[in-house]
């Protein structure tokens, strides 16, 4: 079956790289998506085990649309009584790229339409809507003039890995989190460290990569088990297979933060997580840290957005500079979306990438850090 799973912006291909991993076919890359091809388990899969997807959609039927009316009839044609029996409840969500279909919650009410409205006619019942945990959920997506309609696999988007408790200011989405990591080439050996981590997302994805806890492990339910043709044992097959490969990481973490209800709530959050004990969480303002041996550094400093900070060309100049002086032999990786301050860190980056972060764009820089690291110029 085809299969659209679906991301963040500039993490289309860690996402296919994941997904070539668990031998899905055809892959092929788009803006925020990846399409490939793949079998019941592999959905499942997706779902299951992939740090970067937010969606794993299956598409019904593609249409060429050019107006709210081309929608509707479009939708109403496809037969949805497969998909959604009288019993069941339905949520529809859409995403629209397009110069004629600007408003999609105006695409989500025209699909609604015509959905109810085949069932009524064709079948002689009226679907109850739900948006919050629906049986099917529809997912209408448009680029241009091309209209995809899709059932979601997931549920909720997948980002919500449901192990966190506490959100300290400003926290990163999980799967941004992971598709940083997973850029950032860490071996998994050198100790992880985020010296500015707030509620943790970073330190507590590292130790889920490295302890190979899938990102669905504490979901409690997925979008494909309420469907009609769900498998249930071909699910519990891929979720113990999965489970197995759960194991003591062999590396150390660290998260600190110059505040204490950030560390607080990294403790809190860290709670459900096996292994936790791998993981050191201490109060410190990163100017006073230090390293005598290699760490795989993460950074995620404020932006003087939600998390204010006064002085911020400052803050990034000392910052550099700190690194600098006391990370020698240590890897630093920066994500910020505030590359005018960046322009004060003064070291070169051997490698960058951009990243959307909730709407803005953000970048992820990587230094190494050895005795006279180049200053910039
Ligand atoms: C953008 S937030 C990090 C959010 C984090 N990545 C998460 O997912 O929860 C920036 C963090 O830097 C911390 N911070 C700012 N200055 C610091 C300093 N000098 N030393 C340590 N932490 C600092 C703030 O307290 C804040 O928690």
Redesign the pocket.
């Known amino acids: 079956m085809k299969i659209v799973v679906t991301t963040l912006q500039g993490l289309e291909n860690v996402l296919a790289k994941e997904l070539a991993d668990l031998n899905l076919q055809n892959i092929k890359i788009s803006k925020r998506a990846v399409e490939c091809e793949g079998s019941w388990a592999q959905l499942y899969k997706c779902n299951y085990q992939v740090r970067t997807a937010i969606r794993v959609l299956v598409p019904i039927q593609e249409f060429q649309v050019s107006n709210e009316d081309q929608l509707y009839d479009a939708v109403y044609s496809i037969d949805w009584y497969p998909y959604i029996k009288e019993e069941n409840t339905l949520a529809i969500r859409a995403a629209a790229n397009s110069p004629v279909f600007k408003n999609s919650r105006y695409v989500t009410y025209k699909a609604k339409d015509a959905i109810v409205d085949h069932l009524r006619d064709k079948y002689g019942y009226r679907p109850s809507i739900d948006t919050k945990n629906p049986d099917t959920q529809v997912h209408i997506f448009i680029s241009d003039e091309k209209l995809i309609v899709s059932l979601d696999s997931s549920g909720q988007s997948l980002h919500l890995r449901n192990y966190k408790e506490r959100?300290?200011?400003?926290?990163?989405n999980e799967v941004i989190?992971a598709g940083i990591i997973l850029l950032s080439d860490w071996n998994q050996q050198d100790t992880f460290y985020?010296?500015?981590?707030?509620?943790?997302?970073?330190v507590s994805e590292a130790l889920m990569m490295a302890s190979n806890l899938p990102p669905g492990y504490f979901i409690k339910e997925f979008g494909f088990q309420k469907w009609a043709d769900y498998h249930p044992e071909i699910f519990k097959a891929i979720k113990q297979s999965a489970d197995e490969r759960i194991q003591q990481p062999e590396c150390a973490f660290k998260g600190?933060?110059?505040?204490k209800f950030?560390v607080r709530?990294?403790k809190k959050n860290l709670q459900r997580l096996p292994f936790r004990e791998k993981v050191q969480v201490f109060q410190?303002?990163?100017?006073k840290t230090s390293a005598h041996e290699a760490h795989h550094v993460i950074i995620?400093?404020?932006?003087d957005k939600?998390?204010e900070?006064k002085g911020l060309d400052d803050?990034y100049k000392m910052t550099g500079d700190h690194l600098k002086n006391h990370w020698q032999g240590s890897q630093a990786w920066i994500?910020t979306t505030r590359k005018d301050a960046m322009k004060s860190f003064g070291l070169h980056s051997s490698k960058k990438y951009t990243l959307d972060n909730g709407g803005d764009e953000a970048k992820l820089y990587k230094f190494e850090i050895y005795a006279g690291s180049k200053k910039r110029g």
């Not at 995620?300 to 932006?303: A, Q, V």
């Open positions: 959100f300290y200011k400003a926290p990163l989190a985020d010296p500015m981590c707030g509620s943790g997302t970073l600190s933060d110059y505040n950030a709530d990294l410190r303002d990163f100017f995620n400093p404020p932006y939600r998390v900070q803050f994500f």
